[in-house]
């Protein structure tokens, strides 16, 4: 079984211009480097990492496998929305998500609302090649698993777009991955903080 991991990391946010005042959460097809890449951006941040699969199985005492298999996907999607709203918490932390996860319309509202929402867009031969090395992943089980990427892409990629923040991510190195998604949420928080501040009421008062 998948353990969940939590790493407390202390050393401080200093790559970030402005503070983070939410959780990164990490979307994306299986295989995209959700976990991967989210572990050592919060390494990187000093914020804890946790990763919603494992957080299922744990409370599910089951492997994803084994949920999906003894009671069904719609089930594990239940579980799933219902980790994921625990797993936002008020102190910031990076949040790797299940692929299917930001579909549902629930989590996908909730995940847009409460965090900054970063999916990873990896072409498909990338996929193929990450998804191969490990039989944990249910809906690849079903079939040829570049044919059943193929159609979540193409399902899920408009959703997917939806996010805050777009990196794409291949076969580089994972630095670089988490160098862009900083520079990215750096241009993020610059742009909340300028629409926070011309949200602000005006100082009528004359000096
Ligand atoms: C799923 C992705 C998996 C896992 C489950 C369903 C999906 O997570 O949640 O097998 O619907 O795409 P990863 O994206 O971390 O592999």
């Known amino acids: 079984?998948?353990?969940?991991?939590?790493?407390?990391?202390?050393?401080?946010?200093?790559?970030?211009?402005?503070?983070?005042?939410?959780?990164?959460?990490?979307?994306?097809l299986m295989g995209s480097g959700k976990t991967t890449?989210?572990?050592?951006?919060?390494?990187?941040?000093g914020l804890d990492f946790?990763?919603?699969?494992?957080?299922?199985?744990?409370?599910?005492?089951?492997?994803?496998?084994?949920?999906?298999?003894k009671y069904g996907e719609e089930d594990f999607r239940t579980g799933e929305r219902k980790v994921i709203t625990r797993l936002i918490s008020d102190t910031p932390t990076v949040l790797g998500t299940g692929g299917g996860a930001f579909m549902d319309p629930a989590t996908r509202k909730r995940l847009r609302e409460k965090t900054v929402t970063v999916w990873l867009k990896a072409d498909i031969d990338h996929l193929v090649e990450r998804t191969s090395?490990?039989?944990?992943?249910?809906?690849?089980r079903a079939g040829n698993p570049e044919e059943i990427l193929r159609k979540l892409a193409k399902k899920r990629y408009p959703v997917y777009g939806q996010a805050a923040i777009t990196v794409e991510t291949g076969a580089g190195p994972h630095e670089k991955v988490v160098n862009d998604i900083i520079w990215k949420l750096n241009q993020y928080l610059a742009k909340e903080r300028k629409k926070q501040t011309q949200d602000a009421p005006k100082d009528n008062r004359s000096s």
């Open 133 to 140: 090395r490990r039989d944990t992943r249910p809906l690849l």
């Open 37 to 45: 890449v989210g572990l050592r951006l919060a390494r990187k941040l």
């Open 1 to 28: 079984m998948k353990r969940a991991q939590k790493t407390k990391i202390k050393s401080p946010s200093a790559r970030l211009r402005y503070p983070l005042t939410k959780s990164i959460s990490l979307i994306g």
């Open 50 to 69: 946790v990763d919603s699969d494992a957080e299922i199985e744990l409370a599910a005492d089951h492997t994803v496998n084994e949920i999906f298999e």
